[in-house]
Nanobody, 122 residues
Framework: EVQLVESGGGLVQPGGSLRLSCAAS????????MNWVRQAPGKGLEWVSA????????HNAESMKGRFTISRDNAKNTLYLQINSLRSEDTAVYYC???????????????WGKGTLVTVSS
């Protein structure tokens, strides 16, 4: 079974940091680019960041640069997202999503996790 399971979300104060994890199984993890996508309450999906199969190439949404860092550990079949200097507007469900290629980036995400909720509040 192809599966992605996010973890690491929770309640954090503004200015704090979190590291989200995504455990992958059921496919050859190091063959595929991976992504983080988020959805704020009542809002649409917003792409956050992508990382190539070997971790060499990284792309971030312009608005995320400087505070969001994507990484992966292929030996552990795990994707990470480090978020620093959290703001209230970062409150969202954060999803891990698999690209269909590795590069090249197909940009169609065929497998999604259920998401992990990040709530930024005092």
């Amino acid at each position: 079974e192809v599966q992605l399971v996010e973890s690491g979300g929770g309640l954090v104060q503004p200015g704090g940091s979190l590291r989200l994890s995504c455990a992958a199984s059921g496919f050859t993890f190091d063959d595929y680019a991976m992504n983080w996508v988020r959805q704020a309450p009542g809002k649409g999906l917003e792409w956050v960041s992508a990382i190539s199969c070997n971790g060499v190439h990284i792309h971030n949404a312009e608005s995320m640069k400087g505070r969001f860092t994507i990484s992966r550990d292929n030996a552990k079949n795990t994707l990470y997202l480090q978020i620093n200097s959290l703001r209230s507007e970062d409150t969202a469900v954060y999803y891990c999503a698999k690209d269909r290629s590795g590069p090249p980036l197909d940009r169609y995400f065929d497998v999604w996790g259920k998401g992990t909720l990040v709530t930024v509040s005092s």
